[in-house]
């Protein structure tokens, strides 16, 4: 079923024509992108509230600004959906994030509207900057480069350096705050204290209001902008305003906070900044999950909701939380509590991402050991090695994806000093509907040629928790451990753990014909593969290695030694990873076996279903099959 336009909206094909309409039109319109948003995402999931909130700031910008020509970029991406409805992809929103279909970020590629991919945050001021600075290379002076900063994404490290370059540049920039007070979860740390006391602080904005009532200015920024300006000078960089503004200290005209929410004022604002040369900041204040209350209400929840009743708002078949299999996520949130009980030196620390990787359970019942410290991978892991460092034992929980964004700190400040820092990696391999930007496939590939870790990732629950409790024993040093999205193949919340030897795999499943060797929980689609093999009588082995580093050496002597055929299985880049492992071992010591990698290819992989990109990807368990057969056939 795909969502009816409404009647304004049906008339929006691209920005020239939302430019037909009055500005008395544009409340309505908002009305209506509201509604197609929700009767879309209610039965095709996808990132609700956070474009909920953007709807006003969206209609806005294409609005005003020359679009495509005036250069504009989301950052994070998932607040764009109203962007793209209005940029010529209405009715193609009704494949957003499914197989075949359009992203669920902007996308270079996808169209011309789309300046710059925005699937990781923080990015878009280094971009903008770096166009804006292209623009004046090339004597384009015309052009506008605006980002949209917004869902935390202004505590990222990489944001503050991009303010701080442009601060002292000449270039036509314009960032727009999108301030809605939260990421997925709550904001944390002291900026977010410094916006809510400049949208409070009465001496401020007194302060200001006088400004423009005194030089004639009809409203705050009214037909007289440019002139107030000019006249201002460094008045409005005086020093009232330097110390209570952050960005006028980076030399960025300050102008907000307004509400982001109200589409002609919103309007009026952008085309008076229009005519203003050089960096330029306007705070806009904006509510996320907009429109629909069990949105604005349950903000978390409604960040990517799945699906939901369009009229009450009530979560259909959302997951039991203590359904069956558990979620790894799950797993390691109740795991990490039992194991903090135990052993009072561990610490947990997040880059804002504690409801999606379950630390938000240890926030609830011992809050001052769990440490979130906003979209900072960088942060996070030195942040974890000082605690280490201190004689902590901390696990530091990152999406793999986002890991990247932290190489030379876990080189530099864990690995090169030995610092015991456990550091999980969530979400690993294809991650489904979020594509390439979030797939976790290159995590034990980088890691990989790291001296001093161990790696190790699970095929099961059980064995997440035993790596769990193995790593924060003393003298484990710093250890990785990556698993996947989703849930897990057995029940095993109360079952004990017990230490692993590092280093050491495991014989999953005898037999004489092939050795299937894989790592973490895509061994589940090697055993049941090895399984229905075996009703064919073609005897498969099955060798679950667990740890990528190190390797088991002996385990792998036997299986060159035993079998003629192997085939490696991994949930990440065969560029590096498991299979890379393997060739080297065999080179290493002068095996002629052969050798056939399964896992992801040497290319980034589109959004879609799991099940569908491992398919695509031939290691699922029909690839692994007619792998077999394959190599069984010579």
Request: neutral net charge; contains cysteine; proline residues 4%.
């Amino acid at each position: 079923m795909t969502a009816l336009a409404g009647k304004i909206l049906s008339t929006i094909n691209d920005p020239s024509d939302l430019k037909k309409l009055n500005e008395n039109q544009l409340p309505e319109l908002c009305r209506e992108i509201r509604e197609f948003i929700l009767d879309e995402t209610s039965h095709n999931p996808g990132h609700l509230g956070a474009s909920l909130g953007t709807v006003e700031l969206s209609v806005a910008i294409h609005y005003v600004f020359n679009t495509p020509y005036d250069k504009v970029i989301w950052d994070v991406g998932h607040q764009a959906y109203t962007h793209k409805i209005l940029t010529g992809r209405r009715d193609l929103f009704h494949t957003n994030r499914k197989k075949g279909g359009i992203s669920g970020f902007p996308n270079m590629d996808e169209s011309k509207y789309d300046a710059f991919g925005t699937g990781h945050s923080s990015t878009s001021v280094s971009a903008a900057l770096g166009m804006a600075t292209a623009s004046a290379l090339t004597e384009d002076n015309g052009r506008l480069h605006i980002a949209v900063i917004g869902d935390g994404a202004m505590t990222g490290g990489m944001a503050m350096e991009a303010l701080n370059n442009a601060g002292v540049s000449n270039a036509n920039l314009l960032v727009i705050l999108n301030d809605n007070g939260i990421a997925i979860d709550k904001n944390v740390g002291a900026l977010k204290e410094t916006l809510a006391a400049m949208i409070s602080s009465k001496t401020y904005n007194k302060f200001k209001d006088k400004v423009w009532l005194l030089l004639g200015g009809g409203t705050r920024y009214g037909k007289n902008t440019r002139a107030i300006v000019k006249q201002i000078g460094n008045a409005v960089k005086s020093t009232i305003l330097r110390r209570s503004n952050f960005f006028e200290a980076l030399n960025f005209r300050y102008f907000g906070p307004i509400d982001g929410n109200d589409v002609v004022h919103l309007s009026k604002i952008l085309r008076d900044l229009q005519r203003i040369q050089g960096p330029k900041l306007l705070h806009i204040v904006t509510t996320k999950g907009k429109g629909f209350e069990e949105a604005e209400k349950h903000q978390t929840t409604y960040h990517s909701p799945g699906t939901f009743d369009r009229q009450t708002g009530k979560l259909i078949n959302k997951e039991d939380k203590e359904q069956k299999p558990l979620k790894y996520q799950l797993v390691f949130g109740k795991t990490i509590i039992e194991l903090a009980r135990q052993n009072e030196k561990i610490v947990a620390i997040t880059p804002a991402m504690p409801t999606g990787c379950s630390l938000n359970l240890m926030m609830e019942v011992m809050p001052e050991r769990v440490f979130d410290v906003g979209i900072a991978e960088q942060h996070a892991v030195t942040f974890s090695a000082g605690l280490a460092a201190q004689g902590m034992q901390p696990f530091c929980n990152i999406y793999s994806t986002f890991a990247q964004r932290a190489y030379d700190q876990i080189i530099h400040d864990v690995a090169i000093q030995n610092l015991p820092v456990v550091l999980c990696l969530d979400r690993g391999g294809l991650v489904g509907e979020d594509g390439a930007t979030h797939h976790g496939a290159y995590d034990l590939a980088y890691l990989r040629t790291i001296p001093a870790l161990t790696i190790a990732s699970p095929m099961n629950e059980q064995e997440l928790r035993d790596m769990m409790y193995t790593a924060q024993l003393p003298g484990k040093g710093p250890f990785v451990i990556r698993y996947p999205k989703g849930p897990g193949v057995m029940p095993v919340w109360e079952t004990p753990m017990k230490e692993m030897e590092i280093g050491r795999g495991r014989k999953v499943r005898d037999g004489k014909d092939i050795a299937l060797i894989s790592i973490g929980h895509v061994g589940n689609y090697a055993l049941e593969a090895s399984r229905r093999l075996g009703k064919e009588d073609i005897k498969a082995a099955h060798y679950d290695i667990r740890f990528l580093k190190p390797l088991d050496a002996g385990l792998l002597h036997e299986v060159f030694a035993s079998f003629d055929n192997i085939i490696t299985i991994e949930d990440g880049t065969i560029v590096g990873g498991l299979g890379s492992a393997i060739l080297e071992f065999q080179a290493d010591h002068r095996y002629k076996n052969n050798i056939r990698r399964l896992g992801i290819p040497d290319s980034f992989i589109p959004h879609g279903k799991q099940e569908e990109l491992h398919h695509d990807c031939g290691y699922d368990i029909a690839g692994i099959i007619a792998a077999v057969k394959e190599m069984t056939s010579y």
